[in-house]
Protein backbone atom coordinates (compact mmCIF):
# COMPACT_ATOMS: atom_id res chain seq x y z
CA UNK A 1 0.00 0.00 0.00
CA UNK A 2 1.78 3.54 -0.82
CA UNK A 3 2.09 5.89 1.92
CA UNK A 4 0.94 9.53 1.30
CA UNK A 5 2.54 12.34 1.95
CA UNK A 6 -0.04 14.82 1.47
CA UNK A 7 -1.15 16.91 4.18
CA UNK A 8 -4.76 16.81 5.69
CA UNK A 9 -6.84 18.90 7.78
CA UNK A 10 -9.03 17.02 10.85
CA UNK A 11 -11.18 18.49 13.08
CA UNK A 12 -10.68 18.57 16.78
CA UNK A 13 -12.29 18.19 19.50
CA UNK A 14 -10.83 19.56 22.87
CA UNK A 15 -12.28 19.08 26.50
CA UNK A 16 -11.23 21.03 29.50
CA UNK A 17 -11.06 18.77 32.50
CA UNK A 18 -10.41 19.22 36.48
CA UNK A 19 -10.09 22.75 38.08
CA UNK A 20 -6.70 24.88 39.09
CA UNK A 21 -3.60 23.31 39.12
CA UNK A 22 -4.76 20.29 38.29
CA UNK A 23 -6.40 21.47 34.89
CA UNK A 24 -5.98 19.45 31.65
CA UNK A 25 -7.37 19.82 28.31
CA UNK A 26 -8.16 16.17 26.77
CA UNK A 27 -8.07 16.10 22.40
CA UNK A 28 -9.26 14.20 19.65
CA UNK A 29 -10.14 14.35 16.06
CA UNK A 30 -13.86 13.79 14.56
CA UNK A 31 -12.09 11.45 11.75
CA UNK A 32 -9.82 9.32 13.85
CA UNK A 33 -11.31 9.59 17.39
CA UNK A 34 -9.52 6.02 18.83
CA UNK A 35 -6.52 8.40 19.40
CA UNK A 36 -7.13 10.72 22.64
CA UNK A 37 -4.26 12.42 24.37
CA UNK A 38 -4.29 15.32 26.84
CA UNK A 39 -1.80 18.36 27.63
CA UNK A 40 -2.01 21.05 30.66
CA UNK A 41 -2.21 23.41 28.13
CA UNK A 42 -4.40 23.66 24.43
CA UNK A 43 -1.22 24.15 22.65
CA UNK A 44 0.71 21.29 24.19
CA UNK A 45 -2.41 19.12 24.02
CA UNK A 46 -2.64 20.05 19.74
CA UNK A 47 1.48 18.84 19.86
CA UNK A 48 0.55 15.65 21.66
CA UNK A 49 -2.40 14.92 19.17
CA UNK A 50 -0.43 15.97 16.16
CA UNK A 51 2.55 13.42 17.47
CA UNK A 52 -0.06 10.79 18.26
CA UNK A 53 -1.95 11.10 14.33
CA UNK A 54 1.59 10.74 12.93
CA UNK A 55 2.83 7.47 14.85
CA UNK A 56 -1.47 6.31 14.14
CA UNK A 57 -0.98 7.10 10.63
CA UNK A 58 2.41 5.59 10.24
CA UNK A 59 0.72 2.17 11.82
CA UNK A 60 -2.36 2.14 9.34
CA UNK A 61 -1.53 4.30 6.47
CA UNK A 62 -4.39 3.49 5.15
CA UNK A 63 -6.67 5.62 7.41
CA UNK A 64 -5.02 8.75 6.14
CA UNK A 65 -5.72 7.50 2.40
CA UNK A 66 -9.17 6.83 3.38
CA UNK A 67 -9.47 10.35 4.95
CA UNK A 68 -7.89 12.11 1.78
CA UNK A 69 -10.30 10.40 -0.66
CA UNK A 70 -13.19 11.48 1.43
CA UNK A 71 -11.89 15.26 1.47
CA UNK A 72 -11.37 14.86 -2.18
CA UNK A 73 -15.31 13.95 -3.60
CA UNK A 74 -16.54 17.34 -2.82
CA UNK A 75 -20.00 15.99 -2.08
CA UNK A 76 -18.84 13.95 0.50
CA UNK A 77 -17.02 16.34 2.87
CA UNK A 78 -17.89 15.77 6.83
CA UNK A 79 -19.72 18.26 8.31
CA UNK A 80 -19.72 19.48 11.80
CA UNK A 81 -22.85 20.99 13.50
CA UNK A 82 -24.12 21.17 17.11
CA UNK A 83 -27.98 20.41 18.21
CA UNK A 84 -29.31 21.07 21.05
CA UNK A 85 -32.21 18.76 22.73
Same mark, same amino acid.
Given at each position: ?21 ? /? ?21 ? /? ?18 ? /?????? /? ?13
Amino acid at each position: MEIVSQKIELDIVIVPEGDGES /KVFSISSVQIPNVVTQGNTIEEA /KHRLKEALELYFEEAPEEKN /KIISIV /KEENNVPMISRIFL
